[in-house]
């Protein structure tokens, strides 16, 4: 059993970087060099497991240096398990966090519901690991501890023990009481201050098989990537099991059931979609919990990660305020949105004259994102699927999409000719052209002679103009206004 420190803390970069790299001379010659800046497929599975307020999120966020699991010192907080990739002793690695076994609950209560779902995905992921990381925490060995050991035995030759909270060797002998139940390899540590930390990822990463490691083959910038977003229990995380056909996210009729985001990834149509599976966002006057405000943070968060949005409504709730706050959100980050009526086979009507008078009334409570494509699906059923990823497919291609300057600028002098700016004294500009600045979000910059003259109807108009004469149709369209007293032509001359 190891005891000794190596002296990494979050200001102790050396310690840092060499836990990162984990170029250590003894293993670097005997194993292949990996690139951290590549993302591989085919690499080992480390699942960490233990009971509840071990620390096993702190631990898994130290391993990928950045708080990608919430950490609160309320037990229970992680419940589905989360998985990235990470770099542990310079080797690719998945990484899986796992909420925690508990023993004790309540009968018939929902919490003791969850908890059961929490266990059953936390066991499922110990039968997929290549490794399994148990922590457990110093001080006294809990019934908890004994019968979630007593449930590894059938892993036994994956298990690392390691024993957490032992920061500067405190509590050292009461760690050594574990060693009773036999463990192949058993260390202290302390995943806060990093205490051994490099010794366990040594550890960890001592054997495994790397023969089948690659570079994944598809490009990420390839990938479309989607954020399922709404309000509690609307059926985000049934939505993304059925679209990545596993059970990764907690499916249960509790509202608040997801609290990290889960991510997960499927293949349509050749193209490769990364999932990411929100908390449901509910008002600030009903969020009351630490941990639930950092979940509705991350799944805000969340906008800025995607291409683009599965704003999930409740069919037979309807509409809230929360909603139009969310796409409002998602709009001024330049994302798609679909405004997916989930549910919808429960309705009594199912009709296409009942599905256009939902459509009509969300389109009036979103009357500035009047292009967004509304469709019904059931997420428990499948119905809709399909055309909900043929939508979602358009929608990428066309946030990816970049338009010629000397067309965008033929198109403008058009649209300037059919609705000209206002002539009068105090509120008179011109428009000297336009170009594209970026794709996905797509934005566009406009040169006028008074920008803050530029009424925001006429930016509307023009933005209304782009997305219905420039193939833009069902995307949110950025238009920014800057100074300017040359025409476009005259600035293609100075550049001759």
Known sequence: MSTASDGISPDNTAGIAEDTAGLRAENSAARPVFDPEKTYEHIPLIVIAGRPNTGKSTLFNRFLHRRRAITDPTPGVTRDPVCEQAFINGVPVRLMDTGGFKLERK???????????????????????????????????????????????????????AVNKTEGGRLAETAWEFSRFGFGELLCISAEHGDNISALAEALTRGLDLSRAAVCSGEKDDAVRIAIIGKPNTGKSTLSNRLTHTEASIVSDYAGTTRDVVQGSFTYRGRTCVLLDTAGVRRKAKVHENVEYYSVTRAIKTLDRCDMVFLLIDAQEGLAEQDKKLADLASRRGRGVIFVLN??????????????????????????????????????????????????????????????????NTALADWLAAYPPPSGRGNAFKIRYMVQTSINPVSFLLFATRPEAVPESYLSYLRNRIRRDLGYDNIPVLLDVRASRKRWEERERGHE
Do not use: C
């Open 107 to 161: 009968p018939g209560t929902a919490e003791a519901v969850m908890d059961e779902l929490v266990v059953e995905k936390t066991l499922n992921a110990l039968k997929q690991a290549d490794r399994i990381l148990l922590l457990l925490e110093a001080g006294n060995i809990t019934g908890e501890d004994e019968e979630f050991i007593a449930l590894l035995r059938p892993y036994w030759d994956k298990i690392i023990a």
């Open 343 to 408: 549910k919808w086979d429960a309705q009594e009507d199912q009709s296409k004259k009942a599905f256009r008078t939902v459509e009509r009334s969300i389109k009036i409570m979103f009357a500035h994102m009047e292009f967004a494509p509304v469709l019904a699906i059931s997420a428990r059923d499948g119905t809709g699927i399909k055309q909900l990823l043929d939508t979602a497919l358009r929608l990428h291609a066309q946030l990816t999409q970049k338009t010629d300057t000397g067309v965008l």
